[in-house]
């Protein structure tokens, strides 16, 4: 083969082997080939269609210019004529097609056709092709002008109709009908494609093509190209549209002869029902919008900013957009009223109708976002017509957005919803307060929520809306920007107003709505700062949910309402006295939220929400005195029935046949909780805590409320109800939740630590009650820690002091600090403290210990000559060293912490500005945190509000009384201040004073410039409380906390109150010692036991005294005064009596001489060292002289 020949051929001349191709590189090399040939053709054939379509386009325009240029050249002058009229026959068969040929794309561009059909703008037009069209425009104007029919162009349809009226040819009228029709369908598509279309300068010669991308959806700016088409020649369009689609413009058929009300109709149905689904309308309105909003405006270098005429002028063609929009919808809305059932099912079978489309096409536009502060009030006016807008208003409830970017996605729905609620609102008004005469903006009364009908209809298209925009796509930018214009509902006459014309079922289910809304765009844009602007009372993130709060719970009376409504629906008490000792656990919530049906608890979780929001602006003297909401036996009440939901939703009660077979539905339902009843979940627990602590800090509740039905539980008898709770798991699951709520947090002192966990305890109780009826053993631990965490207040605090001091011993058996060393334990410690410097080397130490914080030390003293101390450690040197670290830290000489007038402490603002302030501050709460670690008692009262900050929760207004009275007597004087603030000429500013000067800090941004008045008021005083109580206190605070979370981690310190810690650090409350308790649990050294006979004396002495010498005698031996939470087997190190033997003489016990010796003690072994007294009296005298003469050691 000639292939063979040549290959040898190559590899001769070559003179090197050639290799031989295989057959698959043989056949890639003739693909190659073919595909490099079959692009060639390719390329060949794509610059023939180029050079054709280029030659097309090339020819269009040069016809498109000769059009334009005979145009100019024949009607010209007649332009300049303003007396000079033609006929109408001569403007649609001469005038009008040459214009609408030179602008519009021809037969053969189907697809830019169709993209203007859509909503599409023109194609930016030099400034010098424009002139026959603004000639057009000015022969047109003056032709609809005409009240004669031969001179208006709309008075063609007479004379069609005059001529088949008169014998014509009725093919010729009804061309001539059809002709008129087409001219002016086609005259709408270039003034509505023309409005709001860019341009570029005069000369820039730009070639983009018409209708953009021919979706419909490009909105260009001014930023497009300068500057929009000349304002005169949008206004001419405008206003050409504004006639053609409102017939009452109409001027030929204004004479009302009954032949031409026919024709009238024909052609103004034939002209609005080609009209009404097409977006033309709506579309060069969204792109005035967006040419006139401010954004656009700085975007595009300040032109339209510059030129405040033609910003007028675009401004009226918008609102005339608005306004033939809104004449096509009525007039169709009148051709076409509302039919039947019957005919309405066929016109839905059928399609959509003409009003219906005029309608959707209406709506689109009024959700164009910013563009109700561009409507005139006499296009408001025309919008709110009545009955026109309850019509409106019924047709949003049945919108169906659609897929545009403008309307289709959650934002341009939201958008709607704004411009109808602010529609129906109305204006904000001002008026001058103080004698300043200070301009006060506020929200009258709305006039337009009294008509009948409104107000319902509003409310059924919010739900609709909220449930479109709910289901819509969205992004959390979007969503946030388009809650801004919802600010009416934020408004409390508005809320009042819809609160009054709506059922309460309605009004619950939209205000519930909105606030999920909300939460959902703070939740998905926490990272952006969602948040609202626009109006001063924008919605938009965790602002705006708050602000919807306040309007509800201030501005309406909702929470009494819906209080009445749930007691009649749920079957919640109204009231609950204080007497009662039972009965506290309402029967109807034992199945938990999982029993509730999705409208009751939708309706409960508002009330939950709004209600804890009402709290923490209302003081105690209005929760107490005043009850200006609720009763106290109201409060008891609604506490009553959030703890039996709280505990219950974790542990549901379906004992019984009812109640199993109850149960069994609750349990289907907790399967598919959802969206109705997240909203409980997470309010229930807050609201509850809230009540909690206003009890605890002045109760209004009988301790029985709170644990009702953790007895009820542990009393049941029969099944898994009355075995008692597994302590390790329980332990476990708080243990996780303590290491998750460690590493979430990077401040364990953050006050939103206590919100979180709150907030994550209520996440589980779906997961939790959906175990139902069957709560197995497994999970039932897992229930009682989410109890415990969620609302520990409902378990006992003896039941909660032995979960605490389990959660410390499994901590210690995990780190291995519960062995000895030589049983594999972690080795002791080192630390060496100064006698004279306790405090400063403590400090230092401590901190260097890293994860051995918890380690058993392996303390060392140094004396003051710097020589160690002598002696063993049996257990008294670490209580020896945390008292003498806690005397020091808190002396008030260190100046590290300070005191209430109660005499409770705090740490002192001030510390963080000593030399190793911070540091000390974090020593001591490590120190504290050992203290409790080991069980040691520390008489060491800690301020409320500062163990509220060690917990990670946020004080409380009415906590500032503990610290400052005078400054709390103060504010509340201002808060119910009834006269006018501004006189008492009072700024956002707070002082304090440090090293005798006083220095000012701002509570806001420019504070100083900030006047406090009655508008006001309420915010400066909760934010000067808030400066006491937190932010002058937060970094001394916070260093403390710091060092007490190395050992205790918060979420330990959330099972109590603060009350409660305290007695967890310094022992029980100061009743009666248990003698008893404590002879069983003493210890005895050097000879002495049970038997001893001046044991027995000791014993008999003890109980002889009375309750303030038993303390003053317990505070001798073990430094406190109150006895160990749970009792004396929990005194740490154990109580001892030591023997002392003075030799005293037998005789003494019938009259001799008796030991002279005084009773001494070891606090820091809590060993009392009682001599072997021989006489009763003499040890009762000696005992007595020795506790109340406030001296130890020494008396020896």
Same mark, same amino acid.
């Given at each position: 083969?000639?292939?063979?020949?040549?290959?040898?051929?190559?590899?001769?001349?070559?003179?090197?082997?050639?290799?031989?191709?295989?057959?698959?590189?043989?056949?890639?090399?003739?693909?190659?080939?073919?595909?490099?040939?079959?692009a060639?053709?390719?390329?060949q054939r794509?610059?023939?269609?180029?050079?054709?379509?280029?030659?097309?386009?090339?020819?269009?325009?040069?016809?498109?210019?000769?059009?334009?240029?005979?145009?100019?050249?024949?009607?010209?002058?007649?332009?300049?004529?303003?007396?000079?009229? =033609?006929?109408?026959?001569?403007?649609?068969?001469?005038?009008?097609?040459?214009?609408?040929?030179?602008?519009?794309?021809?037969?053969?561009?189907? #697809?830019?056709?169709?993209?203007?059909?859509?909503?599409?703008?023109?194609?930016?037009?030099?400034?010098?092709?424009?002139?026959?069209l603004?000639?057009?425009?000015?022969?047109?104007?003056?032709?609809?002008?005409?009240?004669?029919?031969?001179?208006?162009?709309?008075?063609?349809?007479?004379?069609?109709?005059?001529?088949?009226?008169?014998?014509?040819?009725?093919?010729?009228?009804?061309?001539?009908?059809?002709?008129?029709?087409?001219?002016?369908?086609?005259?709408?598509?270039?003034?509505?494609?023309?409005?709001?279309?860019?341009s570029?300068?005069?000369?820039?010669?730009?070639?983009?093509?018409?209708?953009?991308?021919?979706?419909?959806?490009?909105?260009?700016?001014?930023?497009?190209?300068?500057?929009?088409v000349?304002?005169l020649?949008q206004?001419?369009?405008?206003?050409l549209?504004?006639?053609?689609?409102?017939?009452?413009?109409?001027?030929?058929?204004?004479?009302?002869?009954?032949?031409?009300?026919?024709?009238?109709?024909?052609?103004?149905?034939?002209?609005?029902?080609?009209?009404?689904?097409?977006?033309?309308?709506?579309? &060069?309105?969204?792109?005035?919008?967006?040419?006139?909003?401010?954004?656009?405006?700085?975007?595009?270098?300040?032109?339209?900013?510059?030129?405040?005429?033609?910003?007028? /002028?675009?401004?009226?063609? @918008?609102?005339?957009?608005?306004?033939?929009? =809104?004449?096509?919808?009525?007039?169709?809305q009148?051709?076409?009223?509302? /039919?039947?059932?019957?005919?309405?099912?066929? +016109?839905?079978?059928?399609?959509?109708?003409?009003?219906?489309?005029?309608?959707?096409?209406?709506?689109?536009?009024?959700?164009?976002?910013?563009?109700?502060?561009?409507?005139?009030? +006499?296009?408001?006016?025309?919008?709110?017509?009545?009955?026109?807008?309850?019509?409106?208003?019924?047709?949003a409830?049945?919108?169906?957005?659609?897929?545009?970017?403008?309307?289709?996605?959650?934002?341009?729905?939201?958008?709607?919803?704004?411009?109808?609620?602010?529609? !129906? &609102?109305?204006?904000?008004?001002?008026?001058?307060?103080?004698?300043?005469?200070?301009?006060?903006?506020?929200?009258?009364?709305?006039?337009?929520?009294?008509?009948?009908?409104?107000?319902?209809?509003?409310?059924?298209?919010?739900?609709?809306?909220?449930?479109?925009?709910?289901? !819509?796509?969205?992004?959390? +930018?979007?969503?946030?920007?388009?809650?801004?214009?919802?600010?009416?509902? +934020?408004?409390?006459?508005?809320?009042?107003?819809?609160?009054?014309?709506?059922?309460?079922?309605?009004?619950?289910?939209?205000?519930?709505?909105?606030?999920?809304?909300?939460?959902?765009?703070?939740?998905?844009?926490?990272?952006? %700062?969602?948040g609202?602007?626009g109006?001063?009372?924008?919605?938009?993130?965790?602002a705006?949910?708050?602000?919807?709060?306040?309007?509800?719970?201030?501005?309406?009376?909702?929470?009494?309402?819906?209080?009445?409504?749930?007691?009649?629906?749920?079957?919640?008490?109204?009231?609950?006295?204080?007497?009662?000792?039972?009965?506290?656990?309402?029967?109807?919530?034992?199945?938990?939220?999982?029993?509730?049906?999705p409208?009751?608890?939708?309706?409960?979780?508002?009330?939950?929400?709004?209600?804890?929001?009402?709290?923490?602006?209302?003081?105690?003297?209005?929760?107490?005195?005043?009850?200006?909401?609720?009763?106290?036996?109201?409060?008891?009440?609604?506490?009553?029935?959030?703890?039996?939901?709280?505990?219950?939703?974790?542990?549901?009660?379906?004992?019984?046949?009812?109640?199993?077979?109850?149960?069994?539905?609750?349990?289907?339902?907790?399967?598919?909780?959802?969206?109705?009843?997240?909203?409980?979940?997470?309010?229930?627990? =807050?609201?509850h805590?809230?009540?909690?602590?206003?009890?605890?800090?002045?109760?209004?509740?009988?301790?029985?409320?709170w644990l009702?039905?953790?007895?009820?539980?542990?009393?049941?008898?029969?099944?898994?109800?009355?075995?008692?709770?597994?302590? !390790?798991?329980?332990?476990?699951?708080?243990?996780?939740?303590?290491?998750?709520?460690?590493?979430?947090?990077?401040?364990?002192?953050?006050?939103?630590?206590?919100?979180?966990?709150?907030?994550?305890?209520?996440?589980?109780?779906?997961?939790?009650?959906?175990? %139902?009826?069957?709560?197995?053993?497994?999970?039932?631990?897992?229930?009682?820690?989410?109890?415990?965490?969620?609302?520990?207040?409902?378990?006992?605090?003896?039941?909660?002091?032995?979960?605490?001091? !389990?959660?410390?011993?499994?901590?210690?058996?995990?780190?291995? $600090?519960?062995?000895?060393?030589?049983?594999?334990?972690?080795?002791?410690?080192?630390?060496?403290?100064?006698?004279? $410097?306790?405090?400063?080397d403590?400090?230092?130490?401590?901190?260097?210990?890293?994860?051995?914080?918890?380690?058993?030390l392996s303390?060392?003293?140094i004396?003051?000559?710097?020589?160690?101390?002598?002696?063993?450690?049996?257990?008294?040197?670490?209580?020896?060293? @945390?008292?003498?670290?806690?005397?020091?830290?808190?002396?008030?000489?260190?100046?590290?912490?300070?005191?209430?007038p109660? *005499?409770?402490?705090?740490?002192?603002?001030?510390?963080?500005?000593?030399?190793?302030?911070?540091?000390?501050l974090?020593?001591?709460?490590?120190?504290?945190?050992?203290?409790?670690?080991?069980?040691?008692?520390?008489?060491?009262?800690?301020?409320?509000?500062?163990?509220?900050?060690?917990?990670?929760?946020?004080?409380?207004?009415?906590?500032?009384?503990?610290?400052?009275?005078?400054?709390?007597?103060?504010?509340?004087?201002?808060?119910?201040?009834?006269?006018?603030?501004?006189?008492?000429?009072?700024?956002?500013?707070?002082?304090?004073?440090?090293?005798?000067?006083?220095?000012?800090?701002?509570?806001?941004?420019?504070?100083?410039?900030? *006047?406090?008045?009655?508008?006001?008021?309420?915010?400066?005083? $909760?934010?000067?409380?808030?400066?006491?109580?937190n932010?002058?206190?937060?970094?001394?605070?916070?260093?403390?906390s710091?060092?007490?979370?190395?050992?205790?981690?918060?979420?330990?310190?959330?099972?109590?109150?603060?009350r #409660?810690?305290?007695?967890?650090?310094?022992?029980?409350?100061?009743?009666?010692?248990?003698?008893?308790?404590?002879?069983?649990?003493a210890?005895?050294?050097?000879?002495?036991?049970?038997?001893?006979?001046?044991?027995?004396?000791?014993w008999?002495?003890?109980?002889?005294?009375?309750? #303030?010498?038993?303390?003053?005698?317990?505070?001798?031996?073990?430094?406190?005064?109150?006895?160990?939470?749970?009792?004396?087997?929990?005194?740490?190190?154990?109580?001892?009596?030591?023997?002392?033997?003075?030799?005293?003489?037998?005789?003494?016990?019938?009259?001799?001489?008796?030991?002279d010796?005084?009773?001494?003690?070891?606090?820091?072994?809590?060993?009392?060292?009682?001599?072997?007294?021989?006489?009763?009296?003499?040890?009762?005298?000696?005992?007595?002289?020795?506790?109340?003469? *406030?001296?130890?050691?020494?008396?020896?």
């Amino acid at each position: 083969m000639d292939f063979d020949r040549y290959r040898k051929q190559s590899g001769i001349s070559s003179g090197r082997a050639v290799r031989e191709q295989s057959s698959s590189e043989v056949l890639n090399q003739a693909k190659a080939e073919r595909a490099a040939r079959q692009a060639e053709r390719q390329r060949q054939r794509a610059a023939s269609t180029i050079g054709r379509w280029w030659r097309g386009t090339t020819a269009r325009r040069q016809q498109r210019s000769r059009l334009r240029q005979a145009w100019l050249q024949e009607y010209g002058p007649l332009v300049a004529q303003p007396q000079e009229l =033609l006929p109408a026959a001569h403007l649609v068969n001469n005038v009008l097609p040459p214009v609408l040929a030179a602008f519009l794309p021809g037969p053969c561009q189907q #697809e830019q056709r169709a993209a203007l059909a859509a909503g599409a703008p023109l194609p930016p037009l030099p400034a010098t092709d424009t002139a026959a069209l603004r000639g057009c425009f000015a022969l047109l104007l003056r032709s609809l002008a005409a009240t004669e029919a031969r001179h208006n162009l709309l008075g063609l349809g007479l004379a069609a109709g005059e001529a088949a009226g008169s014998g014509a040819s009725p093919d010729s009228a009804e061309e001539r009908q059809q002709q008129l029709l087409g001219q002016l369908q086609r005259l709408l598509l270039l003034c509505c494609s023309l409005i709001g279309s860019g341009s570029n300068s005069p000369g820039s010669g730009s070639s983009r093509s018409g209708g953009g991308g021919g979706d419909g959806s490009s909105i260009p700016s001014a930023a497009d190209g300068g500057m929009t088409v000349d304002p005169l020649l949008q206004a001419a369009a405008g206003r050409l549209v504004s006639i053609l689609c409102d017939s009452s413009l109409w001027k030929c058929f204004q004479q009302r002869q009954p032949e031409h009300d026919e024709q009238q109709r024909r052609l103004q149905q034939g002209l609005h029902s080609w009209l009404a689904p097409l977006p033309l309308l709506s579309a &060069a309105a969204q792109r005035l919008v967006a040419v006139l909003s401010p954004a656009a405006a700085s975007q595009g270098g300040g032109a339209l900013q510059q030129q405040d005429q033609q910003r007028q /002028q675009l401004t009226a063609v @918008l609102n005339g957009l608005v306004a033939a929009q =809104l004449a096509l919808w009525r007039q169709l809305q009148k051709q076409h009223p509302e /039919q039947g059932p019957e005919a309405a099912a066929s +016109s839905s079978a059928s399609g959509s109708g003409a009003g219906e489309a005029a309608g959707r096409q209406l709506l689109r536009l009024l959700a164009t976002p910013g563009l109700l502060p561009l409507l005139a009030p +006499s296009t408001v006016a025309q919008l709110i017509a009545s009955p026109g807008f309850a019509a409106l208003l019924r047709a949003a409830a049945s919108w169906q957005p659609g897929g545009d970017s403008s309307s289709g996605s959650a934002s341009g729905t939201l958008s709607l919803l704004g411009t109808l609620a602010q529609l !129906a &609102a109305g204006k904000r008004a001002s008026q001058p307060q103080g004698q300043q005469g200070r301009q006060v903006d506020f929200l009258p009364p709305s006039q337009l929520l009294q008509q009948p009908g409104v107000a319902s209809a509003l409310g059924a298209a919010a739900a609709a809306l909220l449930q479109s925009a709910r289901d !819509a796509p969205s992004s959390s +930018s979007s969503t946030g920007g388009a809650l801004e214009p919802l600010w009416p509902f +934020s408004e409390g006459t508005f809320a009042s107003q819809l609160l009054a014309a709506l059922p309460l079922p309605q009004f619950a289910r939209l205000y519930h709505e909105l606030l999920l809304l909300a939460d959902a765009c703070s939740s998905s844009s926490r990272g952006a %700062g969602g948040g609202g602007g626009g109006d001063g009372a924008a919605i938009g993130g965790r602002a705006g949910a708050a602000r919807l709060l306040s309007a509800l719970a201030f501005g309406t009376q909702l929470l009494t309402r819906l209080w009445r409504e749930l007691a009649t629906s749920i079957g919640l008490p109204l009231e609950a006295p204080l007497q009662a000792t039972r009965g506290w656990e309402v029967a109807t919530l034992r199945r938990g939220i999982a029993g509730l049906q999705p409208q009751a608890a939708a309706q409960l979780g508002l009330f939950c929400r709004v209600y804890c929001h009402h709290l923490q602006v209302v003081d105690d003297w209005e929760f107490h005195e005043r009850q200006q909401t609720f009763s106290l036996g109201q409060q008891r009440a609604i506490a009553a029935a959030l703890n039996t939901l709280i505990f219950r939703t974790q542990l549901p009660d379906t004992s019984g046949p009812a109640g199993a077979a109850a149960g069994g539905g609750a349990v289907a339902r907790a399967g598919r909780l959802g969206r109705d009843h997240r909203m409980l979940q997470q309010a229930a627990p =807050l609201l509850h805590r809230a009540l909690y602590e206003r009890d605890a800090r002045r109760p209004f509740c009988p301790p029985a409320l709170w644990l009702e039905p953790y007895r009820h539980l542990v009393s049941a008898g029969g099944g898994s109800a009355s075995q008692p709770i597994s302590g !390790a798991a329980v332990v476990r699951a708080l243990v996780a939740a303590a290491d998750g709520d460690a590493g979430g947090s990077q401040h364990p002192g953050a006050p939103s630590a206590a919100h979180g966990a709150a907030a994550a305890a209520a996440a589980t109780a779906a997961a939790a009650s959906s175990s %139902g009826a069957g709560v197995a053993a497994a999970s039932r631990p897992a229930a009682v820690a989410a109890i415990l965490t969620a609302a520990p207040q409902c378990v006992p605090f003896e039941e909660r002091v032995a979960v605490f001091r !389990a959660l410390i011993e499994q901590d210690q058996e995990r780190c291995g $600090y519960n062995l000895a060393p030589v049983d594999g334990g972690a080795r002791p410690v080192p630390v060496t403290i100064r006698r004279g $410097y306790v405090l400063e080397d403590a400090s230092a130490q401590l901190g260097l210990l890293g994860s051995a914080t918890k380690s058993r030390l392996s303390l060392t003293f140094i004396n003051q000559q710097g020589l160690q101390e002598a002696g063993i450690d049996m257990g008294g040197l670490m209580k020896e060293f @945390l008292e003498s670290v806690v005397a020091e830290g808190f002396d008030p000489n260190r100046g590290l912490f300070s005191a209430t007038p109660d *005499g409770y402490a705090y740490p002192n603002p001030l510390a963080e500005r000593l030399d190793g302030g911070l540091a000390a501050l974090e020593a001591l709460g490590l120190v504290l945190g050992r203290a409790l670690y080991e069980g040691l008692l520390l008489d060491l009262p800690l301020a409320p509000f500062f163990v509220s900050r060690l917990q990670g929760r946020w004080p409380l207004f009415d906590e500032l009384q503990a610290l400052d009275p005078e400054v709390y007597r103060s504010l509340m004087q201002l808060k119910r201040f009834e006269g006018q603030i501004d006189d008492l000429c009072l700024d956002f500013t707070v002082e304090s004073d440090f090293l005798g000067s006083k220095v000012s800090e701002e509570l806001v941004p420019g504070g100083s410039r900030l *006047g406090v008045n009655n508008g006001n008021v309420l915010q400066y005083v $909760y934010l000067v409380a808030d400066w006491h109580l937190n932010k002058r206190l937060g970094t001394a605070a916070a260093a403390f906390s710091r060092g007490l979370s190395k050992v205790i981690p918060p979420a330990w310190l959330r099972l109590f109150s603060p009350r #409660e810690v305290n007695q967890l650090l310094g022992g029980g409350e100061a009743a009666a010692l248990d003698v008893d308790d404590m002879q069983a649990h003493a210890q005895y050294s050097n000879g002495y036991s049970a038997s001893s006979t001046t044991v027995k004396h000791f014993w008999a002495v003890v109980r002889s005294m009375s309750q #303030e010498e038993q303390r003053a005698l317990l505070k001798f031996v073990t430094s406190v005064s109150r006895a160990p939470l749970g009792g004396f087997k929990h005194l740490t190190p154990p109580l001892t009596i030591h023997k002392v033997d003075c030799g005293a003489s037998l005789l003494a016990a019938v009259g001799g001489k008796d030991v002279d010796r005084l009773p001494t003690a070891s606090t820091c072994s809590n060993t009392l060292k009682l001599p072997n007294f021989r006489r009763t009296s003499t040890l009762r005298e000696k005992l007595l002289y020795a506790i109340k003469s *406030g001296a130890g050691f020494e008396l020896s």
